[in-house]
Each structure stands twice: as structure tokens, then as C-alpha cells.
């Protein structure tokens, strides 16, 4: 890693009061940032320069700060997280900029996340995706079967857990021409697909998570790939194909 240095720069930020007034982006200069900054503490900076000022803080989403959470959803410089692979927005560093550069910070543009404020998104959209059928119902009977106790082959437990790693971060429809959402439901869908412990429920689970993902509005999906380079998780277009199996499986079976 390189020495510390300073970096001087331009930000135009997306500024919108509430859902239903117009946006627009706003300029804003900082000072003496440290490359060793994250870019969330540089718009901390900024927010403390605004608050002393008397002006209102630009509001964006944010919890853990390490990854984890998914819910640093900033477009930034015409990319979801912004530059570099496999981060989210909380792990990009001030590095990453030149002192002098320009940058555009924007929400996620898609009509089944609605600007809160701001550069913060309403994406519980995603929530409702889950809870039709992002789930497995456990026997409670006191009979169960303790979960290591069942074999499962390596790949499909590898392929499970690699589809698990979704944090539900919506950079997948922020960064598709047609906001589609089939990323993230595939990876959704296929955590459960591919293990026994999803087998019982798993037509209905597939047909309802589609058909909610339809109903919020997400477009549909063309296969161009955007989501797969965008993803900061490296979720795999093969869930999307898997998604595809599972559901004509479904639809199938219910004609029957
Ligand atoms: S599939 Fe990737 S980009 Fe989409 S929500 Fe999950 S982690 Fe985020
Ligand atoms: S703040 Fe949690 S992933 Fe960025």
C-alpha cells in the first residue's frame, strides 16, 4: 500500500427531498481527504461540514461497514459500489481516487427501489421477495434431525453456500438495463434448491418468489450479464439458469 496522501476533490451528488419531489445533483468540494479514508467516512466529512454550516446532511444508507450487511447502495462514477471488484460501497477507499477528480454519487435508479431520501433507496421490495418463500419450515415435533446428520455432496454444499453469500445488496438491479431482480432471486432460490432441507417446499417456493418478484416490478431478465460482473458477493449467473430449471420444474408439476 502506498503513503498516505490528500486528495482535493469535487462531488455532484444526487439530492432529492422525498419520493415524490424531483432530484436533481448538487456540487460539493472536500478537502485534505485521506486516501486512507473509506468513502463512507469521506461523505461523513462532508456531512459535518454541511451540518456546521446549518445545511441539511445528504442521507445514505449504511450499517456494518464491512461488507456484510448489503445496505451501502451508492451508484458511483456510473457503477453500483462505485470502482474495483468484488466490494461493496463501505469497503472502496479513498485510494481508488486521484486528487482533483470529479465524483458522481447516485441512488440506485429503478422503479421497485423508490428514493427515500436522498441517496437512500426503499428496497424492502427484496424483503417481500424473501419472505414468499425464502425460507425452510423446520419440525418442531422434537424429532429432528440435527442438519449434520445429513449427507450432502460437497458441490452442491459448496454451490449452496457460494449462492448464500448474496447480502441482498440490490447492485444486481441498480446496474441492469431492465432492473431485473433475477440475481438475486436465483441466489435466493438455489441456497435452498440444493440442499435437502429445501426439497419439500421447493415448487411452491420457486412459483412464489417469481411471481413476487414480477409483482414489485423488477423487469425481466435478458441475459446480458451485468448483474454477475457487478455483484460484489461473485454470485454466478449459474443460479439464474438454475432459477430457470426449478421453476419450468414447478410449473410443470402444477399442470399435472
Ligand atoms: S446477487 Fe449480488 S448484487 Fe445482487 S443483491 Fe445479491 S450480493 Fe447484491
Ligand atoms: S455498510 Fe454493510 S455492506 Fe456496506
Not at 148 to 164: E, G, S, Y
Amino acid at each position: 500500500m502506498g503513503a498516505e496522501k490528500k486528495l482535493n476533490l469535487k462531488l455532484k451528488i444526487w439530492r432529492q427531498p422525498n419520493a415524490n419531489t424531483k432530484g436533481k445533483m448538487v456540487d460539493y468540494e472536500v478537502k485534505d481527504i485521506s486516501t486512507a479514508s473509506s468513502f463512507l467516512e469521506m461523505l461523513d466529512i462532508l456531512n459535518d461540514q454541511l451540518i456546521r454550516k446549518g445545511e441539511e446532511p445528504v442521507v445514505f444508507d449504511h450499517d456494518c461497514r464491512e461488507g456484510i450487511c448489503g445496505s451501502c447502495s451508492l451508484f458511483i462514477n456510473g457503477r453500483p459500489h462505485g470502482p474495483g471488484e468484488g466490494i461493496t460501497t463501505c469497503q472502496l477507499h479513498m485510494r481508488s481516487f486521484k486528487d482533483g477528480d470529479t465524483i458522481y454519487i447516485e441512488p440506485w435508479r429503478a422503479k421497485a427501489f423508490p428514493v427515500i431520501k436522498d441517496l437512500m433507496t426503499d428496497r424492502t421490495a427484496f424483503d417481500r421477495i424473501i419472505a414468499a418463500g425464502g425460507y425452510v419450515s423446520v419440525n418442531t415435533s422434537g424429532n429432528t434431525i440435527d442438519g449434520n446428520a445429513v449427507p450432502i455432496p460437497k458441490d452442491d454444499a459448496d454451490a449452496a453456500f457460494n449462492a448464500a453469500a448474496c447480502i441482498g445488496c440490490g447492485a444486481c438491479v441498480a446496474t441492469c438495463k431492465n432492473s431485473s431482480a433475477m440475481l438475486f432471486t436465483s441466489a435466493k432460490v438455489s441456497q435452498f434448491a440444493l440442499l435437502p432441507q429445501g426439497k419439500p417446499e421447493a415448487e411452491r417456493r420457486v412459483l412464489n418468489m417469481v411471481a413476487q418478484m414480477d409483482k414489485e416490478g423488477f423487469g425481466n431478465c435478458t441475459n446480458t450479464g451485468a448483474c454477475e460482473v457487478e455483484c460484489p458477493k461473485g454470485i454466478s449467473l449459474e443460479n439464474i439458469a438454475r432459477l430457470n430449471r426449478e421453476f419450468m420444474k414447478a410449473s410443470v408439476a402444477g399442470e399435472g
